[in-house]
């Protein structure tokens, strides 16, 4: 018979990267108490017993422009998801990621109630819109960090912070010659990862310069050969949409990141935690980002750094070329991928992201958050 105290834990995951964390610090508070999940989360989450209240894919939303145009669905999700934990009386609310969507749900569960709020990986105020901080301090007990830079951050606020760690730190690269059977693929060629996104907005903001990219690099050297992952069914069809009647060697497929950059030198990479992935399987990422206009007018009057690619945050200083908006065209990643070629030293600051991403890890997370009861 379990010793172990029960209770009832509110979550809210809108991604697939927010689905694996979660799944993670699920399974290790499994380990300190008897859990019941309620909330929004993905199939690994569910996994562990959590019906989700709508599909987390409602969630899938990012920028300034799409929310706004989401904002009635949006607020009615919100909306449910607060009225079901309070009916459930949970004893925990884990916020992973999205914290535009979840801050406010951090703020409705503190108001008269006891519940203990948790924000799994922390918003980018030390990057932009540092007046978060004061809803952060005041409306949630821990942020559980993924990279140090940010839980120095918090600690030089004095505001409650766990070093997790990230994931990536753990992973390790393809068997080469088991992917070069798996996908039938010449090991003669010069395999190139690109990785457009996750979301249908990122591939219609980020393929078509990439494409011309890819034509470029082709006449340029005819033994590349491209490789594009997708997340899902639907974003492998979007990115189809792009290449019809393009006489170019591309390979998609579904689920395939970590195959496909562990056998390609370079990448070129939408900023994000994807970025970070290709840097650990030292495949040496150009980091882009597009969106429209009017969101980037509205980003880069509040950003607080000058580097946007996670590792280049990691290393303080810009290692892994960095395209933005306007810069972002198929002709400078193309140099940048020449100048990536040609640089003596890439090898060894790949090493150096992947030392920076250890931590405390999940287990000692869970016993950190069994801490604020």
């Known amino acids: 018979m379990s010793n172990k105290q029960d209770i009832k834990i509110g979550i809210v995951i809108g991604e697939h990267s927010g689905d694996i964390l979660g799944s993670k610090i699920i399974e290790s508070l499994k380990k300190e108490f008897n859990v019941h999940l309620v909330g929004v989360g993905g199939p690994l989450t569910e996994k562990h017993g959590l019906k989700s209240i ?12 799409e929310p706004l145009l989401n904002i009635r ?26 914290p535009d969507f979840n801050i406010p749900i951090h703020k409705a569960l503190k108001k008269g109630s006891s519940v203990k709020t948790i924000q799994l990986v922390s918003p980018s105020v030390w990057g932009w819109r540092q007046g978060r901080l004061k809803n952060i301090k005041k ?15 918090y600690l ?3 505001i409650s912070s766990f070093l997790l760690g990230h994931p990536l730190s753990q992973i390790e690269t393809s068997d080469h010659e088991q992917v070069y059977k798996k996908y039938s693929f010449d090991v003669n060629k010069n395999y190139l990862a690109i990785l457009p996104g996750s979301r249908a907005s990122e591939i219609s903001n980020m393929m078509p310069a990439y494409i011309s990219f890819m034509e470029i690099a082709h ?16 974003i492998k069809e979007k990115i189809e949409s792009y290449i ?26 939408t900023s994000g935690t994807a970025t970070l992935e290709a840097a650990v399987l030292q495949a040496a990422p150009i980091i882009c980002y597009k969106t429209n206009n009017f969101n980037y007018f509205i980003i880069s009057r509040m950003l607080k750094t000058k580097l946007i690619g996670l590792p280049n945050l990691l290393l303080s200083k ?28 890439i090898h ?26």
Do not use: W
């Open 54 to 65: 709508f599909n987390f894919k409602d969630l899938h939303i990012m920028g300034l422009i």
């Open 73 to 98: 669905k949006l607020l009615n999700h919100r909306k449910s998801i607060i009225k079901t934990f309070e009916k459930e009386k949970i004893d925990f609310f884990i916020g992973v990621d999205s």
């Open 139 to 153: 409306y949630i007990d821990l942020t559980l960090c993924l990279f140090k830079f940010e839980h120095d951050f």
């Open 156 to 158: 030089d606020h004095k």
């Open 219 to 234: 006449t340029n050297n005819t033994n590349f050969h491209f490789l594009i992952p997708a997340a899902d069914s639907l």
């Open 244 to 269: 019809q009647n393009k006489n170019l060697p591309i390979t998609i497929s579904i689920g395939s990141a970590r195959d496909f950059l562990s056998i390609s030198k370079y990448s070129i990479v």
């Open 318 to 345: 810009k290692v892994f070329p960095e395209l933005l908006q306007s810069e972002c065209t198929a002709e400078n990643i193309y140099k940048s991928l020449q100048s990536l070629i040609h640089s003596n030293d």
């Open 348 to 373: 060894d600051e790949l090493i150096k992201v992947k030392n920076h991403l250890e931590g405390q890890g999940f287990d000692a997370a869970a016993k950190a958050i069994s801490k604020t009861t």
